[in-house]
């Protein structure tokens, strides 16, 4: 299976909220990522509301050509949306409102119960699930023991440390490993760049790279069609 990029398109929602108005509208944004070779379009309705609004959530439903990936807390009113909605996958992730973007990885053996519970509505809603945890060998165990379809890595702390991240990349091998042992899918994303996703890419297994930030900063200033061609090119090495 080749290596997918599902874009984020947070960023996009953050310039239009900035004036409570209409523009950028992140569904054009998510039509011209699909048309220059995104696989998939990933947007975090956040609790807040503070940049993906309802409004688009649905919307980008009837559009996209690709598939969805919804990042939500696991709480009642997050879990009734994407069951109504029905996005082709769900990944849950911590959240805090004072953060400025997702800190760390959901704690999937502290919040076994909840966790396990939001799974199940999930999936009887015929949607795929993904849990963001951080790269320990534990919360894998723990994201295949309450019924996950995939885990995403959280490759912040490999992105903090680059060029000097030998240690954090190895954290994320051997978590990859147990990932694909235990039969689930394996997808990694946060803070990833143009200049460090190689190596993530390169792990044996890698199915998905979550990226928004450094993604979306450089289609401000080469436009979107050229910033998503170019980070696949990264990804693949060409
Ligand atoms: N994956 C998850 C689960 C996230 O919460 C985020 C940030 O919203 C990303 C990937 C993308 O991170 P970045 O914007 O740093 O590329």
């Not at 509208?25 to 609004?53: F, K, M, N």
């Amino acid at each position: 299976m080749s290596l997918k990029l599902g874009v984020n398109i947070d960023h996009v929602a953050t310039i239009r909220q900035a004036r409570r108005t209409v523009e950028p509208d992140p569904v054009a944004a998510a039509v011209l990522c699909e048309l220059a070779g995104a696989d998939s379009i990933t947007v975090h309705l956040r609790e807040d509301r503070r940049h993906i609004q309802d409004r688009d959530v649905r919307v980008l439903k009837q559009t996209l050509r690709t598939m969805m990936n919804l990042e939500i807390a696991a709480t009642d009113e997050m879990i009734a949306i994407a069951c109504e909605v029905k996005p082709e996958q769900v990944c849950l992730v911590p959240e805090k409102r004072e953060e400025v973007t997702t800190e760390g990885g959901l704690d999937v053996i502290g919040n076994r119960k909840a966790v396990e519970k939001a799974v199940r509505a999930l999936k009887g809603a015929g949607i795929l699930v993904s849990l963001f945890i951080d790269p320990a060998i534990d919360q894998v165990r723990a994201s295949h023991e309450v019924g996950a379809d995939a885990v995403e890595l959280h490759t912040g702390s490999y992105a903090e440390a680059f060029p000097h991240a030998d240690a954090e990349l190895s954290r994320l091998q051997e978590a990859s490993k147990e990932v694909l042992a235990l039969g689930l899918r394996l997808h990694a994303g946060h803070g990833l760049t143009y200049w460090n996703v190689r190596p993530v890419a390169e792990i044996p297994g890698m199915a998905e790279l979550n990226i928004g930030h450094s993604l979306i900063a450089r289609a401000v200033l080469v436009g979107m069609e050229r910033a998503v061609r170019e980070m696949k090119d990264a990804m693949l090495g060409r």
